[in-house]
C-alpha cells in the first residue's frame, strides 16, 4: 500500500509580501496626508477637499495644531502626523533590527511604555498642567507610531501564516513551518 | 472561530466605534489617531478572551476586529446621517474652509474657497446628504481598518495564554471509582 503524504510547505517569500504590502499601503496614505496641502495650493480645491473631508472623522484638523505645506496645513494634525511618521519610519527600518519570519509578539509592556509619553503629553496638555508643544505632540506620536509598527507587521504575519495553516488543514495538508521542510 | 463567542463582544465594539465616532463633541477623541476605533477593535477582543477557554490566534482577532469595524461601520452611518442633515457635522469642514480662504495668499483660490463654503451653506438637507455620503462611506472604511489593526493590538495587549488547551470534556476521576465495570468486560470507559 502506497501512503502519500500531502505536504504544504510555508513559503518563505509570504512574510515579504506581507510586509511590503503593508509599507506600501503606509506610503499611499502618507502621500494622501501630504497631498492634502499641495493639491490646494496647486488650485485642485475639489480634491483636496475629499482628502480634508475623509480624514475629519479620524483627526480633528486644528489648522493652528497641524504643519503647513505650501501655507495650508497637513490633511491631519502634528500629533497624528508624527504617529504615522513613526509607523512608516518603524517599518522601514523592521527588517534590519527584527526577522520578518520572527512571529513572536513582542512584550505588551513596550507598547504601554510607548504609549506613555503621549498620554502624559495629552493628559497634561488638556488638563492645564503644561503646554504640549509641536515638537512634543509630534516626538511622543512617533514614538507611539514606532511601536505601532512592530506589533501591527508581526500580527499581520502571524495572521497571514495562520491562514496559511488553516488553508492547509482545510485541504487535508500537513502544515510545515519555515525550516521544517528540510528535516524529513 | 466557530467556537468562539465573538459576537456579542463584536457588537459591544462596534457600539463604541460607530456611536462614539459620529457624535459630535465625543468624536473629538479621535484626536489621537482614530482612538475610538482603535479602541473598539480592542475592546470586542478583550471581550472574547475573556469568554473564550482557549487562547485567541492574532488571525481570529484581526477578524473580530473585522466584525467590530463592519457593525461600527454600519451604526456609525446610521447615527451620523440624522446629525448631517441637520447640519451639524458640517460645521467642522466649513470651518477649515474659513480658514482656508482667510489664510489663501492667491485671491483665485480666496474666491474658490469662498464659493464652496457659499454653497456648502445653503444646503438643503437632501443636498447635504448627498454630498456627505461618499465621505462618510471613505470614513467607514477607514474605520473598518483601524479596528482590524485594534484587533491586532488588543491580541498582544491582553492574550497571555500561550498553547494553552481547553479543559478535558472529562473530570479527572472519570468514571468514579465505585461505577459497576461495564457488562461483558468489553470495552470500556472513554479516557480523558
Redesign the interface.
Known amino acids: 500500500m502506497q501512503i502519500e503524504a500531502h505536504i504544504t510547505t510555508a513559503q518563505p517569500h509570504k512574510p515579504v509580501i506581507v510586509y511590503a504590502a503593508l509599507l506600501l499601503v503606509s506610503f499611499v496614505w502618507m502621500a494622501a496626508i501630504f497631498a492634502a496641502p499641495v493639491l490646494l495650493a496647486d488650485g485642485h480645491v475639489l480634491s483636496a477637499m475629499v482628502i480634508y473631508r475623509g480624514l475629519a472623522g479620524i483627526c480633528h484638523q486644528i489648522p493652528d495644531r497641524s504643519f503647513h505645506l505650501h501655507g495650508f496645513p497637513l490633511a491631519v494634525c502634528s500629533r497624528c502626523t508624527g504617529i504615522y511618521v513613526g509607523f512608516v519610519v518603524g517599518l522601514m527600518f523592521y527588517p534590519f533590527v527584527r526577522s520578518l519570519r520572527n512571529q513572536t509578539m513582542p512584550s505588551r509592556n513596550w507598547l504601554i511604555a510607548a504609549s506613555l509619553p503621549m498620554l502624559i503629553d495629552f493628559g497634561g496638555g488638556y488638563l492645564g498642567l503644561f503646554e504640549n508643544t509641536f515638537i512634543s505632540r509630534v516626538a511622543t506620536g512617533g514614538l507611539l507610531g514606532l511601536a505601532f509598527s512592530v506589533y501591527i507587521l508581526t500580527g499581520m504575519i502571524s495572521v497571514v501564516q495562520e491562514w496559511e495553516v488553516i488553508r492547509a488543514s482545510r485541504n487535508g495538508r500537513a502544515y510545515l513551518p519555515p525550516g521544517e521542510c528540510g528535516k524529513i | 472561530m466557530n467556537d468562539l463567542d465573538w459576537k456579542q463582544p463584536a457588537l459591544i465594539g462596534g457600539l463604541i466605534v460607530g456611536i462614539l ?1 459620529a457624535v459630535p463633541g465625543i ?2 477623541v ?5 482612538a475610538w ?1 482603535l479602541l473598539g477593535g480592542i475592546v470586542a477582543v478583550k471581550l472574547t478572551i475573556g469568554r473564550s477557554q482557549r487562547p485567541i ?3 481570529e ?2 477578524q473580530i476586529g473585522a466584525a467590530a469595524g463592519l457593525i461600527g461601520a454600519v451604526i456609525f452611518c446610521i447615527v451620523a446621517i440624522p446629525i448631517i442633515v441637520s447640519g451639524l457635522m458640517t460645521n ?2 466649513l470651518k ?2 474659513a ?2 480662504a482667510e ?4 485671491p ?2 480666496q474666491q ?2 469662498d464659493e ?1 463654503i457659499k454653497q456648502a451653506a445653503s444646503q438643503t438637507a437632501a443636498q447635504r446628504l448627498v454630498s456627505s455620503l ?2 462618510l462611506f ?2 467607514a472604511i ?2 473598518c481598518g ?1 479596528t482590524v ?1 485594534g484587533g ?2 488588543g ?4 492574550e497571555k495564554r500561550k498553547g494553552e488547551f481547553p479543559p478535558s470534556q472529562y473530570p479527572p476521576n472519570y468514571p468514579p471509582a465505585d461505577y459497576p465495570p461495564p457488562p461483558g468486560g468489553q470495552g470500556g470507559w472513554p479516557q480523558s
Open positions: 465616532s468624536s473629538a479621535n484626536l489621537c489617531c482614530c476605533a490566534k492574532t488571525s482577532g484581526a467642522s469642514s477649515l474652509m480658514w482656508i489664510r489663501a495668499n492667491d483665485k483660490l474658490m474657497m464652496a461618499p465621505v471613505v470614513q477607514i474605520f483601524f489593526l491586532l493590538l491580541v498582544a495587549l491582553f
